[in-house]
């Protein structure tokens, strides 16, 4: 089985407490391995066991309060 890495931008968090909110509701997602969030850079890292729709995590980023883009 393949993994893919994908990079978002995300804007609207203000401390370590919204990284991890983010990294919640995003690691629920299927397919989701592990999600990262570094509150200095505005990154959030998401380690897929296979592909995942890029869409899908944004509108997880929102879903925790947030706006995210897909950089890759």
Partial sequence: MSTTRL?????????DSCG?????????????TTSTTD???ERTIVECAGPVDPELIV???????????HLD
């Avoid at 991890?20 to 397919?31: S, T, Y």
Wanted: with cysteine; charged share 20%.
């Fill in 7 to 15: 990079t978002f931008a995300v804007t609207g968090m203000h401390c």
């Fill in 20 to 32: 991890l909110l983010i990294d919640d509701e995003v690691e629920e997602l299927p397919g989701v």
């Fill in 39 to 41: 509150v200095r850079t």
């Fill in 59 to 69: 509108n997880a980023i929102a879903e925790a309060g947030y706006q995210g883009r």
